[in-house]
Each structure stands twice: as structure tokens, then as C-alpha cells.
């Protein structure tokens, strides 16, 4: 059998699924198919958990059930267009819709492209152009008239160009919110949504399972929590976070304090936001104080959490500190947790937030620096608490609807020209990529960077980091940070230095070796002195033959980018993911190359350290080893990324092999793949009983065929640990147990910055939902009652 991606279910089928030349695409589906099939799936029910947090989403259930929108796909055009017969109908508003995928996806005419379709694609295939070009122009008009006749006002036109919400087919299309008529709660089609990712509403708490509908709380209970990641070089030590439990974060979450944890909290919707004059509690006070006080400001992100915890120290420790934050914010106590509930919508109020909660402290306001304070602020505002009282404040932030017209965020503006759209690239084909190249610095710059870092002695970072940093913070020059230092200082110093500041992050560094010196020197990536100035493979590789462990985090922006970068991570992901966590889809499926690329291209152009990896979307690679070639080099082009991640076993080998043979390094993805979500049938543990046999083969035939990694998704631990021991490379887990090379979150997970369902193999390190919301509501809090502005921000 074959199994793409799963093939790990079949023993035997190994060989059988090898395919031939080239070829994988249709027998990819197949395979698909057959997983169809439960595996061992049945008998999981009881031991894992998987299925009892299934149970508990309850009908959540993404798969069947899903009233949403994948399965359009499956069927072939969305039913409601008639009038489309293929990709033509890609309203297109502009030119960026190329995207259309409705239909498309089935269409068997064109061949490799699906994902792309956007701009058709230079190396490839001709056929597109005529074929989009067509479509749209069919389309658009049809399809936009309509709409802007029924009125939409700006901001919905807006929308409408986006690629993503193409009016005529929006109106249809299951997935996303009509246009026109916010539906903006939930998304219609959301709530019903089993995707655990779905935000859940405010009033979705449904959704959640019993359990406290993360179940993350319950799920994970525990004690010991293992899997945390093992920071590098403690990693035993697991709990040392533990802090965490300490901070409650983490124990929220596990603990599920709430109630479920975050999701009870969720459920109750705060008030709409709070009249601001009332006041925000805090609001009088605080003014300047309490805000920033809170810690919140300083929290920030930056500040207390991600970075200066470290979360690339891993789990530990320092983290916990991070923890603090919550806490200490109030957050925790907020928690955003648990009340946050996605952003959907009302999450209302978040419990949070409120105000209240952050009076508290009184911080310092200055504006929270972030860093330094950002500790400290949290621990300050931790005496406080955790304020927050939910329910005490108006914290809503106003709902935030996510009437259609927010989320996909379409940032472009709409260019016509088809391609050209949304990267802004010129869709000519043969167009020059470096050319094309929008901005000035980035990916030049960052390439210096690069070449830099190979020779040892390169010290400085280069102007444009020099910018980055200053950007950064503010009022910083280049040395030092401004009120709060921490951060900055090293942000602003060279690549190099930074990384040997990196503040906070201390984490555990691994003890080992580094071997190399400067510039390459393996070394363990917590250890700041130690880290190579940039990341590449065969560093990697030189952690796992140390014994090191590293953590990935994904990111799909230039701030998260820095932070992680600063703290250590050594590969960051911009994955596919971002569907769910950036662009408000329910699952990675819709989204696209062209979506994809503008991401990768911040996070590429903000990272110094770490390796930047892309994840090349559904439909973008299936269908041939040179699909998968155009595509990867479409991201190493014009976003700068270091290398590719793909999902599948054998079945994707033919593509691996071509894009290794071609420069470019391959991250494989097994066990649960997303993307094949549908055909899996739901989300679920791969690789147990018969199943692993498969898994291991695909492992190791994917390290054979070139793979610089092998990341392990939803696959029992000990069959990770004999992956682990099996092949070279670096097995990167997630759901996968602690005997993975390393570790990988979806970053907001990690930090807390979403709420709903969370997966069972997830830790939160800190709640920026909690603090944001906190921060959220306290300004507007001051800007009501005239607190802010002050003086001192007036010129
Ligand atoms: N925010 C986010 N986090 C992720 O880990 C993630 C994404 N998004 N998007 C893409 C994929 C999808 N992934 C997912 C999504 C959901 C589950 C999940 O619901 N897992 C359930 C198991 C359910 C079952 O076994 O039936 C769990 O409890 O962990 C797992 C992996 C991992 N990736
Ligand atoms: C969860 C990770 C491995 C991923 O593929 C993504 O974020 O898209
Ligand atoms: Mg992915």
C-alpha cells in the first residue's frame, strides 16, 4: 500500500510504494486512500488519549464531519459554481487570486502546479497562463461587478481583491465567511468546525471537549511532563521548566486550572469591551503606571517571555521565568488561557485581560521596555496576580470579528497582474528573480550575513541588522538598549555578538562541545557562546551526534523571527501551518505558495542565526519530483529560506532526491501530515503496531534519498526513539515523544497566543494572549478616559 505519507502504516507495502521514476503523484492519492483504513487506530482509544481528546472535542472531529471546506476539494469544484468550470473562475479580483484553488485542485489538466497557481509559474508550465488568464478575466468580472454592486464598501473591496476572497466565490464557498455579511462571530463555518485549530468562539467553547475542551489540560496532566523539550542540554531535567508549572502557565494548562484549562474560561464571555471610562480599573491609576506596569508592556513578548526565558533554553528554566510573565501580568491569571479563546470572536473576554488585573502593579510604565522590565515586570505584577479577574474587566477586546474582511488578511493590494500580485513579483516568468526582489536589504542582506558567517572572523552584523536592532527598539542606538536594556543590548550587537548575548537565553546549553569555532562551530544551540553565526545542516547534524538536543519553533513574521532567533532557536519553520495560525483558515490545505512565500520571506530576512526552513503547501509538490523542484526554488528565491520541509514517506523519495541532487536541503515530515489530513482521516497517532515497521522504512529511505531531517509528527515514542537510532540525520518531534533529536511547536501554541483545542503534545511556555489582551484593554482603557496620551507623548 501505499501510503504516502503514512505508508508507515504498511509493512510490507514498502516496496510496493516505491515508485517508480517519478512519478508519486497519483499514487499518492491512492495511497491516501488506503489509510484510510483505521490501522491500529482502534485499539488506541483507550491508552492514548488521542481518542479520548477526540472524544472530547467532540465532534470535532475534522474529518468527516467537517461542514467546512476541505472536502470541496476532495469533490472537485466547489459545488457552487457553476458558472466555473475551473480555474477561471478565480474572480480574481486581483491578480492575486491566482490562487483560485477551488477547483483546481482536482483538475487533473494542468499538472504539478495546483498550489501555485497563482502566478504561473515561471519554470514550469506554460499551460497555466492561458488557462489562469482566461479564468480570471471570465471570473473576475463576473464576480467582482456582483459584488461591488451589492455594495460593499471599502473595506470590503478590500477583501474582495484579496486573493483569498474572490467575491464571487467567496459567496460560495464554504470556507469563509461571505464577504458581505460579516458573520463574523465565528465564522459560520467555523463553528461547526471540528478543526482543533478552529478558534473557537466565544461561544464555542462547545467545542471544546470535555475536558476542558483543550483537554490539554487534562491530557497532559502531568506530572511530569515529558515532553517538554528537553532543553538542550539538561533535558532530563525535564521539569525544570517546571517552572512553568510553576507559572502557571504551564500548569494552567496542564492543570487544567480552570476548569479545562483555558477553555473553561473561554466560555464565558466577558463583556464586550469595557467602557472605558469606568474605567478601567486599573485605568486610573495606572495610567501610565498601570499599563505598562502591568507588565504587559514589558512582558511583551519580548520581555518576559520568549525571549528572555528562553524558550530556547528549552524547557526549561527559563522559561519558567517566562512564566512569570503570566502570571505576573495578571495574565495568568488571565490567563489568557483560558479565556482566551481564539480569536474569534468574543472570546471575550478573556478573562483576562481585564483591567483590573493589571493595575496591579504599577509598573513602571515607561513603556515597558520591554525586556528587561519585562522580567521583572512580570514578577512584579505577579504579586499582583493574576489579576485579572476575568471577568472584571471589559476586557474584550472588541470582539474581534473576524468578519471576513480581517482575516485573510489579504495584504495586497491588488495588483492586476496576475502574478504579480501578491508578492509583488513580477509574474513574468522569466522575470529575474533577483530582480524581481522587492526590498533592498533583506535577502542580499541576509545572504551577507551569511557568507560573513562563514568566515570567522566577520564579527559585525551589517547594517541592515544594525537597522533591524535599532528598529527594534526604539530610541536605541546601537548600543545600548534603551530603558531596558536587556534585549537590545544584544540585538543590537553583530550577529555574532548577539548570539552570544542572547540574553536571557541562557538555556541550557549544551555542555558539548563546540567543536567548531567560529564560525561554524557546532555548538549547542542554547549556549550562546557556543552558537555557530549561522545555522546549516551539518550543524545539525553535529548536535545529534552530541547527543544535543535543539528545539524548532515555527514563525511566520519578522518579530518572531528575531526573537527566536536571538534566543537560540536554530531552525525556524515558516510551515504551512500559517494557514491556521496567520491567515484564519481551519486547516493547512487552502493555503498557498503565494501566501507562503511573503512569510518566509520576513522570517528569512529577520533571522541571523538560525536556519530557515519553508514548508511547501498542499498541492504544491505532489505531483512530480520537478513540481516539488519549482516550487522549493520559487521559496529559496524569493523568500531567502535555507531549505524546504515536504510531507510524506517513500512516496515523496523521487522528490527529495531531486531537490537534494539539486542544492537544495529537504526537511521530511511523517507520521500525522496535515496535509493529508483527509485521507488519514482525522487527526491521528501514526506509526503504532503494524504501522511502525512502515514509518521506520520511510525514515530511513527519506534520510537515503538526501532528507537533512526527518520530522516526526503524532508518532509513539518509542518508534520516534528507533527512528531516532536508526538514521542520521536529526528526527525532529512533535507529539513524538522525548527521544527525537529535537523538538518542534507551533510557536503560538508555545507561548500561549492561541486559545481553543490544543493538541496533547503541547506545552505553553507563556500566555501572550492573556497579555496582550491586558495590554489591549488597558490603552484603550486610557485613551477613554484621557489618561493617554500624556504629556510626555505629546509633542
Ligand atoms: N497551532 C497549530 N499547532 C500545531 O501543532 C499544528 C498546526 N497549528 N497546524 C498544522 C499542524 C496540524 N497539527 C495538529 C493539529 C491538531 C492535532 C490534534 O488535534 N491532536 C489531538 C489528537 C486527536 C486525536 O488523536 O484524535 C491531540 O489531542 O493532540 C494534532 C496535530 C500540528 N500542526
Ligand atoms: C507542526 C510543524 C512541523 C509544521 O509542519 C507546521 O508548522 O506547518
Ligand atoms: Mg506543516
Known amino acids: 500500500m501505499v501510503d504516502n505519507f503514512s505508508s508507515a502504516g504498511t509493512n510490507g507495502d514498502a516496496e510496493d510504494e516505491l515508485p517508480a521514476p517519478y512519478g508519486t503523484g497519483p499514487k499518492n492519492r491512492t495511497t491516501e486512500e488506503q489509510h484510510r483504513s483505521e490501522y491500529g487506530y482502534a485499539g488506541d482509544d483507550a491508552g492514548d488519549g488521542w481518542r479520548d481528546r477526540a472524544t472530547s472535542l467532540d465532534g470535532l472531529d475534522p474529518a468527516p464531519s467537517l461542514p ?16 466555473v468550470p475551473k480555474p477561471p473562475f478565480l474572480p480574481g479580483p486581483p491578480p492575486a487570486e491566482d490562487r483560485g484553488y477551488p477547483g483546481q ?22 499551460a497555466r497562463p492561458g488557462y489562469y488568464d482566461a479564468g480570471r478575466e471570465a471570473g473576475r468580472d ?4 456582483a459584488a461591488r454592486e451589492s455594495g460593499r464598501d471599502a473595506g470590503r473591496d478590500r477583501y474582495d481583491e484579496s486573493p483569498f476572497a474572490p467575491s464571487a466565490y467567496q459567496e460560495q464557498s464554504p470556507f469563509r465567511p461571505q464577504p458581505g455579511q460579516p458573520q463574523t462571530p465565528p465564522p459560520a463555518p467555523q463553528q461547526g468546525r471540528p478543526s482543533p485549530f478552529a478558534a473557537t468562539g466565544p461561544g464555542e467553547p462547545q467545542r471544546r471537549g470535555p475536558e476542558g475542551g483543550n483537554g490539554v489540560p487534562a491530557h497532559r496532566p502531568g506530572p511530569p511532563q515529558p515532553q517538554s523539550g528537553p532543553p538542550p542540554a539538561p533535558r532530563p531535567a525535564g521539569p525544570p521548566p517546571g517552572g512553568n508549572g510553576a507559572n502557571g502557565l504551564t500548569q494552567h494548562g496542564s492543570n487544567g486550572t480552570s476548569g479545562n484549562g483555558w477553555n473553561s474560561a473561554a466560555p464565558t464571555p466577558p463583556p464586550p469591551p469595557p467602557p472605558p471610562s469606568n474605567g478601567l480599573p486599573s485605568s486610573n491609576g495606572l495610567s501610565s503606571s498601570s499599563p505598562s506596569s502591568n507588565g504587559l508592556s514589558s512582558n511583551g513578548l519580548g520581555g518576559n517571555g520568549l525571549a528572555g526565558n528562553g524558550l530556547g533554553s528549552g524547557s526549561g528554566s527559563g522559561l519558567s521565568g517566562s512564566n512569570g510573565l503570566a502570571s505576573g501580568s495578571g495574565l495568568s491569571g488571565s490567563n489568557g488561557l483560558s479565556s482566551s479563546r481564539p480569536g474569534s470572536q468574543p ?25 528587561a522590565g519585562g522580567p521583572s515586570s ?9 489579576a485579572v479577574p476575568a471577568s472584571s474587566a471589559p476586557t474584550a477586546p472588541p470582539g474581534r470579528q473576524r468578519p471576513p474582511a480581517d482575516r485573510p488578511a489579504p495584504p495586497q493590494p491588488p495588483s492586476n497582474q496576475s502574478n504579480a500580485a501578491v508578492n509583488g513579483y513580477p509574474t513574468d516568468p522569466s522575470a529575474e528573480y533577483e530582480s524581481n526582489v522587492p526590498e533592498s536589504r533583506p535577502i542580499g542582506a541576509r545572504r551577507r550575513a551569511d557568507v560573513q558567517q562563514d568566515a570567522p572572523s566577520q564579527v559585525r552584523a551589517e547594517a541592515p541588522i544594525a537597522h533591524r536592532a535599532r528598529r527594534a527598539q526604539p530610541g536605541v542606538s546601537d548600543a545600548g538598549t534603551p530603558a531596558t536594556a536587556a534585549p537590545s543590548a544584544t540585538e543590537r550587537t553583530s550577529a555574532t555578538e548577539r548570539t552570544a548575548t542572547a540574553p536571557t537565553n541562557s538555556l541550557p546549553s549544551a555542555p558539548g562541545s563546540s567543536t567548531s569555532g567560529a564560525a561554524g562551530a557546532s555548538s549547542a544551540p542554547g549556549d550562546p557562546g557556543k552558537r555557530p553565526r549561522k545555522y546549516r545542516i551539518h550543524h545539525l547534524r553535529d548536535l545529534k551526534n552530541r547527543g544535543e538536543k535543539w528545539a524548532m519553533l515555527t514563525a511566520y513574521d519578522q518579530y518572531t523571527a528575531e526573537i527566536f532567533d536571538e534566543a537560540g532557536i536554530p531552525v525556524l519553520l515558516v510551515g504551512d501551518s500559517a494557514a491556521n495560525n496567520v491567515y484564519g483558515y481551519e486547516s493547512t490545505l487552502r493555503v498557498t505558495v503565494d501566501e507562503l512565500i511573503p512569510l518566509a520571506r520576513a522570517v528569512a530576512t529577520a533571522a541571523q542565526r538560525a536556519l530557515v526552513v519553508a514548508d511547501l503547501p498542499f498541492g504544491s509538490y505532489q505531483a512530480s519530483p520537478e513540481q516539488a523542484f519549482h516550487t522549493a526554488v520559487r521559496f529559496m528565491k524569493e523568500a531567502g529560506v535555507q531549505a524546504v520541509k515536504l510531507e510524506g514517506g517513500r512516496t515523496v523519495v523521487p522528490a527529495v532526491e531531486k531537490l537534494t541532487r539539486s542544492g537544495i536541503p529537504v526537511m521530511a ?10 485521507s488519514i482521516g482525522g487527526y491521528r497517532v501514526q506509526g503504532r503496531g503494524d504501522q511502525a515497521a512502515g514509518l521506520i522504512d520511510d525514515a530511513v529511505a527519506l534520510a537515503e534519498a538526501g532528507a537533512f531531517s526527518v520530522v516526526l509528527e503524532m508518532v509513539p515514542g518509542d518508534v520516534a526513539a528507533e527512528i531516532s537510532k536508526r538514521i542520521p540525520v536529526p528526527t525532529i518531534g512533535i507529539g513524538a515523544g522525548r527521544d527525537t533529536d529535537a523538538q518542534v511547536l507551533v510557536w503560538q501554541d508555545m507561548a500561549g497566543l492561541r486559545s481553543g483545542p490544543m493538541p496533547r503534545f503541547v506545552k505553553q511556555y507563556a500566555d501572550l494572549r492573556g497579555i496582550l489582551t491586558q495590554a489591549a484593554t488597558t490603552y484603550a482603557a486610557e485613551v477613554a478616559t484621557g489618561t493617554f496620551p500624556a504629556d510626555e507623548h505629546t509633542f
Open 669 to 678: 515530515h511523517i507520521g500525522f501530515t496535515p496535509q493529508s489530513e483527509h
Open 378 to 386: 512580570a514578577q512584579q505584577s505577579t504579586g499582583t496576580q493574576p
Open 347 to 371: 472570546r471575550g473576554s478573556q478573562p483576562g485581560g481585564s483591567p483590573s488585573g493589571s493595575s496591579p502593579t504599577g509598573g513602571t510604565a515607561a513603556g515597558g521596555s520591554p525586556v
Open 105 to 126: 485542485y482536482a483538475e487533473p489538466q494542468r499538472a504539478p502546479q495546483y498550489d501555485e497557481p497563482t502566478r504561473p509559474n515561471q519554470y514550469d508550465e506554460s
Open 142 to 145: 463576473a464576480g467582482r461587478e
Open 68 to 83: 467546512n471546506a476541505p472536502r470541496s476539494y476532495e469533490r472537485g469544484p466547489v459545488p457552487q459554481q457553476p458558472y
